[in-house]
Protein backbone atom coordinates (compact mmCIF):
# COMPACT_ATOMS: atom_id res chain seq x y z
CA UNK A 1 0.00 0.00 0.00
CA UNK A 2 1.31 3.24 -1.01
CA UNK A 3 1.51 5.85 2.39
CA UNK A 4 2.16 9.56 1.74
CA UNK A 5 3.08 12.53 4.30
CA UNK A 6 -0.09 14.46 4.97
CA UNK A 7 -0.14 18.10 5.25
CA UNK A 8 -2.53 21.00 5.66
CA UNK A 9 -2.18 24.55 3.39
CA UNK A 10 -5.11 26.30 4.80
CA UNK A 11 -6.47 29.76 4.72
CA UNK A 12 -7.78 30.50 7.64
CA UNK A 13 -11.52 31.92 7.60
CA UNK A 14 -11.91 33.19 11.24
CA UNK A 15 -12.23 36.04 13.06
CA UNK A 16 -9.05 36.80 15.02
CA UNK A 17 -9.60 37.88 18.68
CA UNK A 18 -7.15 40.04 20.86
CA UNK A 19 -4.12 38.42 22.26
CA UNK A 20 -3.72 40.94 24.78
CA UNK A 21 -3.82 39.89 28.30
CA UNK A 22 -6.84 41.97 28.98
CA UNK A 23 -8.97 40.19 26.29
CA UNK A 24 -7.81 36.38 27.03
CA UNK A 25 -8.70 37.01 30.99
CA UNK A 26 -12.06 38.23 29.94
CA UNK A 27 -11.07 41.48 31.89
CA UNK A 28 -11.55 39.61 35.37
CA UNK A 29 -9.01 40.26 37.72
CA UNK A 30 -7.95 37.06 38.51
CA UNK A 31 -3.77 36.69 39.84
CA UNK A 32 -2.55 36.70 35.91
CA UNK A 33 -3.96 39.48 35.86
CA UNK A 34 -3.27 41.54 38.56
CA UNK A 35 0.17 40.78 37.60
CA UNK A 36 0.30 42.68 34.44
CA UNK A 37 -2.22 45.44 35.47
CA UNK A 38 -2.40 48.51 37.39
CA UNK A 39 -5.87 47.79 38.77
CA UNK A 40 -4.87 45.74 41.90
CA UNK A 41 -8.89 45.45 42.42
CA UNK A 42 -12.49 45.85 41.52
CA UNK A 43 -12.40 49.30 43.20
CA UNK A 44 -9.49 50.28 41.30
CA UNK A 45 -10.77 49.21 38.48
CA UNK A 46 -14.29 51.15 38.96
CA UNK A 47 -12.27 54.25 39.83
CA UNK A 48 -9.98 54.64 36.75
CA UNK A 49 -13.19 53.81 34.46
CA UNK A 50 -14.98 56.94 36.38
CA UNK A 51 -11.68 58.92 35.44
CA UNK A 52 -12.25 57.80 31.66
CA UNK A 53 -9.70 55.28 31.73
CA UNK A 54 -10.48 53.78 28.30
CA UNK A 55 -8.49 50.64 29.35
CA UNK A 56 -10.13 50.56 32.54
CA UNK A 57 -13.54 50.73 30.78
CA UNK A 58 -12.94 48.24 28.72
CA UNK A 59 -11.95 45.82 31.08
CA UNK A 60 -15.41 46.76 32.62
CA UNK A 61 -17.27 46.50 29.56
CA UNK A 62 -15.77 42.82 29.00
CA UNK A 63 -16.86 41.57 32.91
CA UNK A 64 -20.46 42.24 31.81
CA UNK A 65 -20.57 40.98 28.63
CA UNK A 66 -18.81 37.32 30.05
CA UNK A 67 -20.53 37.56 33.77
CA UNK A 68 -17.16 37.38 35.25
CA UNK A 69 -17.37 39.98 38.40
CA UNK A 70 -20.78 42.04 37.08
CA UNK A 71 -23.69 40.44 36.19
CA UNK A 72 -24.30 39.24 32.80
CA UNK A 73 -25.50 41.93 30.62
CA UNK A 74 -24.79 42.87 26.76
CA UNK A 75 -26.89 45.73 26.26
CA UNK A 76 -24.48 47.56 28.97
CA UNK A 77 -20.99 46.04 27.65
CA UNK A 78 -21.95 47.60 24.27
CA UNK A 79 -22.38 50.70 26.21
CA UNK A 80 -19.31 50.26 27.73
CA UNK A 81 -16.84 49.00 24.91
CA UNK A 82 -18.40 52.13 22.62
CA UNK A 83 -17.59 54.60 25.12
CA UNK A 84 -14.11 52.44 25.57
CA UNK A 85 -13.38 52.68 21.91
CA UNK A 86 -14.52 56.37 21.39
CA UNK A 87 -11.46 57.09 24.12
CA UNK A 88 -9.05 55.32 22.26
CA UNK A 89 -8.89 51.76 23.32
CA UNK A 90 -8.32 49.50 20.20
CA UNK A 91 -9.33 46.55 22.22
CA UNK A 92 -13.14 47.85 22.37
CA UNK A 93 -12.78 48.70 18.62
CA UNK A 94 -11.87 45.07 18.25
CA UNK A 95 -14.23 43.76 20.56
CA UNK A 96 -17.31 46.38 18.62
CA UNK A 97 -16.12 44.58 15.70
CA UNK A 98 -16.97 40.77 16.82
CA UNK A 99 -19.83 41.94 17.91
CA UNK A 100 -21.17 43.66 15.39
CA UNK A 101 -19.56 40.67 12.72
CA UNK A 102 -21.55 37.52 14.95
CA UNK A 103 -24.44 40.01 16.50
CA UNK A 104 -25.76 39.12 20.01
CA UNK A 105 -28.89 39.82 22.07
CA UNK A 106 -27.66 43.45 22.32
CA UNK A 107 -27.18 43.95 18.29
CA UNK A 108 -28.04 42.43 15.30
CA UNK A 109 -25.76 41.20 12.75
CA UNK A 110 -23.63 44.36 10.85
CA UNK A 111 -20.84 43.26 8.82
CA UNK A 112 -20.61 47.04 7.56
CA UNK A 113 -20.43 48.31 11.57
CA UNK A 114 -18.27 45.64 12.21
CA UNK A 115 -15.75 46.63 9.53
CA UNK A 116 -15.71 49.81 10.64
CA UNK A 117 -14.91 49.50 13.42
CA UNK A 118 -12.16 47.00 12.62
CA UNK A 119 -10.70 49.82 10.17
CA UNK A 120 -10.56 52.38 13.51
CA UNK A 121 -8.72 49.16 15.29
CA UNK A 122 -6.43 48.78 12.69
CA UNK A 123 -5.70 52.88 12.28
CA UNK A 124 -5.04 52.19 15.98
CA UNK A 125 -2.22 49.23 15.17
CA UNK A 126 -4.20 46.64 17.14
CA UNK A 127 -3.15 43.33 15.09
CA UNK A 128 -6.32 41.34 15.70
CA UNK A 129 -8.34 44.64 14.08
CA UNK A 130 -5.76 44.57 11.21
CA UNK A 131 -6.43 41.27 10.28
CA UNK A 132 -10.29 41.42 10.50
CA UNK A 133 -9.91 43.71 8.62
CA UNK A 134 -7.64 41.65 5.68
CA UNK A 135 -10.66 39.02 6.46
CA UNK A 136 -13.12 41.15 5.25
CA UNK A 137 -11.60 41.79 1.76
CA UNK A 138 -10.79 38.02 1.75
CA UNK A 139 -14.44 37.22 2.21
CA UNK A 140 -16.35 40.15 0.70
CA UNK A 141 -17.78 40.65 3.91
CA UNK A 142 -19.66 44.34 3.24
CA UNK A 143 -17.13 45.49 0.69
CA UNK A 144 -16.20 43.99 -2.89
CA UNK A 145 -14.04 40.69 -2.35
CA UNK A 146 -10.28 41.58 -2.70
CA UNK A 147 -7.77 38.79 -2.35
CA UNK A 148 -4.98 41.53 -2.83
CA UNK A 149 -5.61 44.03 -0.64
CA UNK A 150 -6.66 41.44 1.87
CA UNK A 151 -3.50 39.91 1.79
CA UNK A 152 -1.95 43.71 2.22
CA UNK A 153 -3.86 43.73 5.55
CA UNK A 154 -2.51 39.95 6.91
CA UNK A 155 0.79 40.76 6.42
CA UNK A 156 0.50 43.62 8.65
CA UNK A 157 -0.55 41.82 11.21
CA UNK A 158 1.69 38.95 10.86
CA UNK A 159 4.11 40.81 10.46
CA UNK A 160 3.20 42.10 14.51
CA UNK A 161 3.54 38.69 15.02
CA UNK A 162 -0.30 37.52 14.80
CA UNK A 163 -0.03 33.89 14.66
CA UNK A 164 -3.12 33.22 12.46
CA UNK A 165 -2.03 35.93 9.86
CA UNK A 166 1.37 34.31 9.61
CA UNK A 167 -0.36 31.27 8.50
CA UNK A 168 -2.96 32.98 6.00
CA UNK A 169 -0.24 34.99 4.65
CA UNK A 170 1.77 31.85 4.08
CA UNK A 171 -1.53 29.64 2.35
CA UNK A 172 -1.84 33.04 0.22
CA UNK A 173 1.83 32.82 -0.73
CA UNK A 174 1.90 28.65 -1.33
CA UNK A 175 -1.42 28.69 -3.30
CA UNK A 176 -0.98 32.13 -5.13
CA UNK A 177 -3.93 33.02 -4.10
CA UNK A 178 -4.08 36.98 -4.47
CA UNK A 179 -0.82 37.24 -4.57
CA UNK A 180 2.45 36.05 -6.71
CA UNK A 181 2.98 32.54 -5.71
CA UNK A 182 6.13 31.98 -3.77
CA UNK A 183 6.97 28.76 -1.94
CA UNK A 184 10.20 30.03 -0.16
CA UNK A 185 8.42 33.81 1.59
CA UNK A 186 5.60 31.19 2.52
CA UNK A 187 7.79 28.62 3.94
CA UNK A 188 9.86 31.74 5.74
CA UNK A 189 5.72 32.22 7.19
CA UNK A 190 4.68 28.83 8.20
CA UNK A 191 8.07 28.70 10.16
CA UNK A 192 7.15 31.69 11.90
CA UNK A 193 4.20 30.41 13.04
CA UNK A 194 5.68 27.46 13.83
CA UNK A 195 8.59 28.97 16.18
CA UNK A 196 5.69 30.36 18.23
CA UNK A 197 4.01 27.21 18.67
CA UNK A 198 1.59 26.45 16.01
CA UNK A 199 0.79 22.28 15.68
CA UNK A 200 -0.64 22.87 12.24
CA UNK A 201 2.28 25.38 11.33
CA UNK A 202 5.17 22.66 12.70
CA UNK A 203 3.19 20.02 10.74
CA UNK A 204 3.81 21.83 7.24
CA UNK A 205 7.87 23.16 8.28
CA UNK A 206 8.12 19.18 8.63
CA UNK A 207 6.61 18.49 5.30
CA UNK A 208 8.67 21.54 3.69
CA UNK A 209 11.91 20.05 5.02
CA UNK A 210 10.93 16.66 3.76
CA UNK A 211 10.17 17.44 0.54
CA UNK A 212 12.52 20.51 0.04
CA UNK A 213 9.79 23.12 -0.21
CA UNK A 214 11.13 26.89 0.21
CA UNK A 215 14.00 25.15 2.18
CA UNK A 216 17.09 22.90 1.14
CA UNK A 217 15.88 19.48 1.59
CA UNK A 218 16.50 18.19 5.18
CA UNK A 219 15.11 14.43 5.93
CA UNK A 220 16.23 15.03 10.00
CA UNK A 221 14.85 18.67 10.53
CA UNK A 222 11.51 17.24 8.84
CA UNK A 223 11.53 14.68 11.30
CA UNK A 224 12.71 17.40 14.19
CA UNK A 225 9.38 19.09 13.37
CA UNK A 226 6.96 16.36 13.08
CA UNK A 227 7.73 15.10 16.03
CA UNK A 228 7.34 18.55 18.14
CA UNK A 229 3.79 19.04 16.84
CA UNK A 230 3.03 14.69 17.57
CA UNK A 231 3.98 15.28 21.33
CA UNK A 232 1.55 18.33 21.55
CA UNK A 233 -1.08 15.86 20.56
CA UNK A 234 -1.10 16.78 16.43
CA UNK A 235 -2.68 13.40 14.73
CA UNK A 236 -1.54 14.64 11.40
CA UNK A 237 2.15 15.04 12.99
CA UNK A 238 2.01 11.57 14.80
CA UNK A 239 0.65 10.13 11.29
CA UNK A 240 3.98 12.12 9.47
CA UNK A 241 5.82 11.18 12.23
CA UNK A 242 5.19 7.45 12.15
CA UNK A 243 5.75 6.88 8.51
CA UNK A 244 8.84 9.11 8.63
CA UNK A 245 10.39 6.54 11.06
CA UNK A 246 8.95 3.49 8.82
CA UNK A 247 10.21 5.00 5.69
CA UNK A 248 13.62 6.00 6.97
CA UNK A 249 14.62 8.11 4.44
CA UNK A 250 17.78 10.25 5.34
CA UNK A 251 17.57 7.86 9.07
CA UNK A 252 17.45 4.57 10.33
CA UNK A 253 14.03 2.67 10.50
CA UNK A 254 12.68 2.70 14.08
CA UNK A 255 9.41 0.36 13.32
CA UNK A 256 8.61 0.77 17.43
CA UNK A 257 8.37 4.33 17.38
CA UNK A 258 6.79 4.13 14.32
CA UNK A 259 3.94 1.81 15.95
CA UNK A 260 4.13 4.15 18.67
CA UNK A 261 3.22 7.01 17.15
CA UNK A 262 1.06 5.47 14.82
CA UNK A 263 -1.06 3.99 17.39
CA UNK A 264 -1.10 7.75 19.12
CA UNK A 265 -2.18 8.96 15.38
CA UNK A 266 -5.08 6.09 15.39
CA UNK A 267 -6.52 7.47 19.13
CA UNK A 268 -6.90 10.71 17.66
CA UNK A 269 -8.92 10.01 14.75
CA UNK A 270 -6.10 9.38 11.57
CA UNK A 271 -7.57 6.65 9.96
CA UNK A 272 -4.14 6.86 7.29
CA UNK A 273 -2.24 5.72 10.54
CA UNK A 274 -4.34 2.19 10.45
CA UNK A 275 -3.08 1.43 6.81
CA UNK A 276 0.29 1.87 8.16
CA UNK A 277 -0.17 -0.72 10.79
CA UNK A 278 -1.35 -2.71 8.72
CA UNK A 279 1.71 -2.51 6.19
CA UNK A 280 4.01 -2.73 9.55
CA UNK A 281 2.47 -6.39 10.47
CA UNK A 282 1.58 -7.40 6.72
CA UNK A 283 5.41 -7.10 5.71
CA UNK A 284 6.64 -10.72 5.91
CA UNK A 285 10.15 -9.79 6.19
CA UNK A 286 9.99 -7.35 9.14
CA UNK A 287 10.73 -8.85 12.84
CA UNK A 288 7.38 -7.16 13.27
CA UNK A 289 5.46 -9.74 11.25
CA UNK A 290 2.25 -10.80 12.78
CA UNK A 291 -0.66 -11.72 10.56
CA UNK A 292 -3.25 -11.57 13.64
CA UNK A 293 -2.40 -7.63 13.92
CA UNK A 294 -2.04 -7.25 10.15
CA UNK A 295 -5.85 -9.33 9.87
CA UNK A 296 -6.37 -6.74 12.74
CA UNK A 297 -5.78 -3.74 11.56
CA UNK A 298 -6.83 -4.66 7.77
CA UNK A 299 -10.19 -4.89 9.71
CA UNK A 300 -10.22 -1.53 10.96
CA UNK A 301 -9.70 -0.04 7.41
Same mark, same amino acid.
Given at each position: ????????????????????????????????????????????????????????????????????????????????????????????????????? !?????????????????????????????????????????????????????????????????????????????????????????????????????????????????????????????????????????? !?????????????? !????????????????????????????????????????? !???????
Amino acid at each position: MKLRFLFIVLISLTSACSQDKEANTHGTLTKDYKDVSEYKSKHDLEKAAKANDSEAIFVLASMYATGEGEKFDQKKALELFEKSAQLGSSNAMLQLGLIYR !NGNEAVEKDDQKALMWFKEGAKSGNPSAIHNVGLAYYKGLSVKEDKATAFKYFIRSAESGLIQSQTVVAAQLYGGDGVEKDIKASFKWILKAAEQGDLESQNNVGLAYERGEGVEQDPLQALVWFKRAADHGHPLAQY !NTALKYYNSTGMKQ !NLDESIRYAEMAVRNGNSSAKALLYDIYAESSSFKYSPEKA !NYWKAKL
